[in-house]
């Protein structure tokens, strides 16, 4: 993947601002909330009955972090993505068995949070670019599948 200089800029300018505590729950929560089917890989971590114990849920919340700071491989290896990811594929298709359409689902639900935080600033521009990188992202993770 080739990337300009604006669309680094632009990565790099969304990761700087945000605040993993509060973004990646929100996006994690969102996705399991409105696809409740890929709860199915979170049966370890307690009561996912309902929105508001998703929204509460504690090992929700640390995942949904811990997914956020896992963006930063891809940051720090951008020409690079598909290898830096090769062993969480291998994790996520060998041992976890996660569905791939999930990796673009939670990418969906990603944007989406980014984009309400970020208000106005999150233009057409911004999105083409942050698009082009999780769409990396979600095709590096599922590279193991194919």
């Known amino acids: 993947v080739k990337w300009t200089d604006k669309e680094r800029a632009v990565i790099l300018g969304i990761f700087s601002g945000l605040d993993y505590e509060d973004i990646g729950p929100k996006a994690?929560?969102?996705c399991l909330i409105v696809y409740p089917w890929t709860q199915r890989y979170f049966g370890t971590f307690g009561n996912l009955?309902?929105?508001?114990?998703?929204?509460?849920?504690p090992k929700i919340a640390a995942h949904g972090v811990k997914?956020?700071?896992?963006?930063?491989?891809?940051?720090?290896?951008m020409d690079n993505i598909m290898e830096t990811?090769?062993?969480?594929?291998?994790l996520h298709s060998e041992t976890l068995h996660v569905d791939?359409?999930?990796?673009?689902?939670l990418a969906d639900c990603l944007t989406i949070t980014i984009a309400a935080k970020?208000?106005?600033?999150?233009?057409?521009?911004?999105?083409?670019?942050?698009?082009?990188?999780?769409a990396v992202v979600v095709s590096a993770?599922?590279?193991q599948y194919c």
């Open 118 to 134: 970020m208000g106005h600033c999150f233009t057409p521009d911004t999105q083409i670019a942050f698009h082009k990188f999780l």
């Open 67 to 77: 997914v956020l700071h896992g963006l930063d491989m891809a940051l720090q290896h």
């Open 141 to 143: 993770l599922g590279k």
């Open 28 to 30: 994690l929560v969102r």
């Open 100 to 105: 791939p359409d999930n990796f673009k689902l």
């Open 49 to 57: 009955s309902t929105p508001a114990a998703i929204s509460g849920n």
């Open 85 to 90: 990811y090769a062993d969480l594929s291998i």
